[in-house]
């Protein structure tokens, strides 16, 4: 991630971004937990997931926005914010 370094993103769980096809699509890092609701789509040629979440910061109600593109090699990136805070790019593995 852009703002957080690799070793506090693990902090606390394993830093994960989780699309599922039963919808049950969630995001964690740090102190932070929360669920997506996702639409997917296409960005710049490559497919694209945008979504809104709602969750918890360390025990506080937290939300934000962010998206996904899959690049031509499988590697996601993309950007997760926080409703009036901070944004940061991501790049990920995918499992």
């Known amino acids: 991630m852009d703002v957080w370094s690799e070793d506090s993103i693990d902090q606390f769980v394993q830093a994960e971004i989780d699309f599922e096809a039963n919808g049950l699509d969630g995001i964690r890092f740090i102190a932070v937990e929360g669920d997506l609701d996702c639409r997917v789509g296409e960005r710049s040629g490559h497919l694209a997931v945008e979504w809104s979440w709602v969750g918890w910061d360390d025990g506080d109600d937290a939300s934000g926005r962010g998206w996904c593109i899959l690049h031509d090699d499988d590697t996601p990136e993309g950007m ?16």
């Open 80 to 95: 997760i914010g926080f409703h009036l805070g901070d944004d940061s790019g991501f790049h990920a593995v995918r499992a």
